[in-house]
């Protein structure tokens, strides 16, 4: 099975655009969960969607958002970029935490980097 | 929410020793607790994990304990290698949300 697949890769933004970050889980897998990585804070949860909901929402401003297609596809979107924003984005897919099977596997990452 | 505590922030051992690193966390409704590995520039990789109707689970050279009464779980690797040089993060899992730890700098010395 292919692994869970991130696009872009490495992503520079000026502050104050938005930016769009995609991530395609394993096939089957219908939650998909966001985290931001930085040196300083370690991997903090950002949001789940199951089955195109949002089911968890971690404690980041509201110009963090995100949505997941009929496909378990999942996008985030960052509007007004800061500079603080410049993270590693990670995304992890699970089968689902309902059946029971709760292992969570990542995927490469989206660097930002915002000038 | 749930807080997820991991010590040490760094480790250094030698080539064939073994390394212990220990997460406490706050939630008794925590149920699931994984341990991930992330090399230099790599996607964090899941390398064991524990339910909380278990006390131990080992896989190699890797093991995991729980202690759910404590509130903590910890890491062993045995025999440790060069190629075990990483960080680790440790997680818990409650109401549908992981919570990591901060990582812990493992350096294994040849």
């Known amino acids: 099975k292919a692994g869970v697949t991130q696009t872009p890769r490495y992503l520079i933004k000026t502050r104050g655009q938005q930016v769009t970050l995609s991530c395609s889980p394993i096939?089957?897998?219908?939650?998909v969960s966001w985290y931001q990585q930085t040196p300083g804070q370690g991997l903090q949860f950002l949001f789940e969607y199951f089955s195109e909901t949002q089911r968890n929402k971690g404690n980041f401003p509201g110009r963090f958002s995100g949505r997941q297609f009929s496909n378990s596809r999942s996008e985030m979107n960052v509007s007004t970029l800061e500079l603080g924003d410049s993270a590693l984005y990670l995304c992890?897919?699970?089968?689902?935490?309902?059946?029971?099977?709760?292992?969570?596997?990542f995927g490469p990452g989206t660097r930002l980097t915002v000038t | 929410g749930e807080n997820v505590e991991q010590h040490p922030s760094t480790l250094s051992v030698q080539e064939g020793d073994s390394a212990v690193i220990k997460c406490t966390y706050s939630d008794s409704a925590s149920n699931y607790f994984p341990w991930y590995k992330q090399e230099l520039g790599k996607r964090p990789q899941l390398i064991i994990d524990i339910r909380s109707n278990v006390g131990e689970k080992k896989d190699q050279r890797i093991a995991v304990t729980l202690n759910k009464t404590a509130k903590h779980f910890s890491l062993h690797i045995t025999e440790t290698q060069p190629e075990d040089s990483a960080v680790y993060f440790c997680a818990a899992r409650t109401g549908n949300q992981f919570y990591f730890g901060t990582g812990t700098s493992l350096t294994v010395i040849p």
């Open positions: 096939s089957g897998h219908r939650s």
């Open positions: 992890a897919s699970s089968l689902a935490f309902l059946t029971g099977a709760y292992e969570q596997y």
